[in-house]
T-cell receptor
Framework: DAMVIQNPRYQVTQFGKPVTLSCSQTLNHNVMYWYQQKSSQAPKLLFH???????NEADTPDNFQSRRPNTSFCFLDIRSPGLGDAAMYLCATSRQAGGQETQYFGPGTRLLVL | GESVGLHLPTLSVQEGDNSIINCAYS??????FIWYKQESGKGPQFIIDIRSNMDKRQGQRVTVLLNKTVKHLSLQIAATQPGDSAVYFCAENLNTGNQFYFGTGTSLTVIP
């Protein structure tokens, strides 16, 4: 029944070592989002894909990249993780774009940077 | 970014009482709002939504009220249960974009 799946649930990486987080969805939704959520803070949108079109938030660091090879999968790549990148990373989907579309979240991947 | 704020960062209620969580938003053009519940270590879970052409919507034990005049949103939980303990976020969306702007969250603790 899982609709938005994130793997792994916990990821440990070393300072500066590239890491990839994955998200998959069984909803066949057109839009996929990546959020960063730090402790006791609200989720912050990093970027989203509408189909194959990539939309980056203006304040998302270049260190964060994303790939969406097909409708079902979306990856978050952190090229050189810093200590400040330790956070929960949330993937979400919505059926369409343009507003008034509910976003459905995955369980998140908690990233620890050593 | 847009500003979506919450009046109270923490709220404690007795089991069985009703809870009210408030949210203020700043953009009068926002036309869709969602309340999410987030338990520790989990992703946000959709609770209820409301569109700007409505002022009230009810779900199972939850009611959302929207006051566009003062740009205020509230979530009411009836007969609060220990399982309702979580952080609650309101999120607003402009019809022109995909972005949801989240408030800072209210931590609800239910006292047995």
């Amino acid at each position: 029944d899982a609709m938005v799946i994130q793997n792994p649930r916990y990821q440990v990486t070393q300072f500066g070592k590239p890491v990839t987080l994955s998200c998959s969805q069984t909803l066949n939704h057109n839009v996929m989002y990546w959020y960063q959520q730090k402790s006791s803070q609200a989720p912050k949108l990093l970027f989203h894909y509408y189909d194959k079109d990539f939309n980056n938030e203006a304040d998302t660091p270049d260190n964060f990249q994303s790939r969406r090879p097909n409708t079902s999968f979306c990856f978050l790549d952190i090229r050189s993780p810093g200590l400040g990148d330790a956070a929960m990373y949330l993937c979400a989907t919505s059926r369409q774009a343009g507003g008034q579309e509910t976003q459905y979240f995955g369980p998140g991947t908690r990233l620890l940077v050593l | 970014g847009e500003s979506v704020g919450l009046h109270l960062p923490t709220l404690s209620v007795q089991e069985g009482d009703n809870s009210i969580i408030n949210c203020a938003y700043s953009n009068s053009a926002s036309d869709y709002f969602i309340w999410y519940k987030q338990e520790s270590g989990k992703g946000p879970q959709f609770i209820i939504d409301i569109r700007s052409n409505m002022d009230k919507r009810q779900g199972q034990r939850v009611t959302v009220l929207l006051n566009k005049t003062v740009k205020h949103l509230s979530l009411q939980i009836a007969a609060t249960q220990p399982g309702d303990s979580a952080v609650y976020f309101c999120a607003e969306n402009l019809n022109t974009g995909n972005q949801f702007y989240f408030g800072t969250g209210t931590s609800l603790t239910v006292i047995p």
